[in-house]
């Protein structure tokens, strides 16, 4: 049970999804990005950010793991 829940935690994207914040800024990022008329300077910056967004997503990730399992560990000994 517990590795299916954690499967489920590690696909739902919800968290960064459906959060307007973030939202509202990758799409200010973008919007700036637009007016980059070097074409290729464009898609390595749009390209950095990705990665740099992959990065803090897998970070956040993995905390979130981290505290469902010391959560279900304490759980287990009450």
Known sequence: ??????KK???????????KLYLK???NFFDKVDNISD???RQKII??????DKILTEI???RFKEF???GYKQAKKE
């Open 68 to 70: 469902y399992e010391l």
């Open 47 to 52: 390209g950095q950010m990705l990665r740099c």
């Open 60 to 62: 956040a990730e993995n």
């Open 39 to 41: 074409e290729s300077l």
């Open 9 to 19: 935690l590690l696909e739902d994207k919800e968290w960064k999804e459906k959060n």
């Open 25 to 27: 800024e990758v799409q």
């Open 1 to 6: 049970m517990f590795k299916k829940k954690e």
